[in-house]
Every structure is written in structure tokens, then in C-alpha cells.
């Protein structure tokens, strides 16, 4: 069973950069598609980015875009999500997932990391 740890979160002032990890173990970490979702208080869970096994595709929120880098080393079980240009409403718990395709919706990946906390101050 493949298991998910995130670190990386902080407290961040307004403009500052991120870069959240996420290391796998317990599974065959390259046959994973692999995305980022966070989640802030009393909302639902957002998509943020999504890079496939090979690393041939990304695809990132709406919110996000341009500003937020996803990428994976297949060697290492890590894939990394690199924040700059930080926002206050960039503050949230930040999930990464493993999933067997590129998917949009948190319901369609298998399995979770407990998640990082970001919080950006204005």
C-alpha cells in the first residue's frame, strides 16, 4: 500500500515562494500519477496540479497557474510542488495523491499524505 508523506508548509509572508514534498513509499511510486489538492477551512478540496508518470504531462488549477510548478523524480519517490508569488488565499492544508490517471477530482485518486500546512500572511 503505498503511503504519502508531505512536508515543506510554513509560514510565509505575501510574494514569498514554497516548494511542499511528497515522498513516497510502500508502492511502485513511477506507475502513479500524482497530484496536489488543498483544501482551506470550511471549503472543499481544490485541485491545484497534476503531473503524470512520466512527467510528459502537467496540468494546474486555474488559481494557480502560472505561478505553481509540479515535477517528480521517479529515482528519488518524491514529487515536489514549487509555490512562488505566494497569496493570502493560497493559505490552506496542502494534500499530495496518487492516482491511475490524470484526474481533476479528489474522489478519483487512491491514496492521500496526511498533508502540510501553508499560511500566507498579508
Known amino acids: 500500500q503505498l503511503q504519502l508523506v508531505e512536508s515543506g508548509g510554513g509560514l510565509v509572508q505575501a510574494g514569498a515562494s514554497l516548494r511542499l514534498s511528497c515522498t513516497a513509499s510502500?508502492?511502485?511510486?513511477?506507475?502513479?500519477?500524482m497530484g496536489w489538492f488543498r483544501q482551506a477551512p470550511g471549503k472543499e478540496r481544490e485541485f491545484v496540479a497534476v503531473?503524470?508518470?512520466?512527467?510528459?504531462?502537467?496540468n494546474y488549477g486555474d488559481t494557480v497557474k502560472g505561478r505553481f510548478t509540479v515535477s517528480r523524480d521517479n529515482a528519488k519517490n518524491t514529487v515536489w510542488l514549487k509555490m512562488n508569488s505566494l497569496k493570502p488565499e493560497d493559505t490552506a492544508v496542502y494534500h499530495c495523491?496518487?492516482?491511475?490517471?490524470?484526474?481533476?477530482?479528489?474522489?478519483?485518486?487512491?491514496?492521500w499524505g496526511q498533508g502540510t500546512q501553508v499560511t500566507v500572511s498579508s
Open positions: 495523491a496518487a492516482g491511475t490517471g490524470i484526474y481533476y477530482r479528489a474522489q478519483e485518486y487512491n491514496y
Open positions: 510502500g508502492g511502485t511510486f513511477s506507475t502513479w500519477t
Open positions: 503531473i503524470s508518470r512520466s512527467r510528459t504531462f502537467t
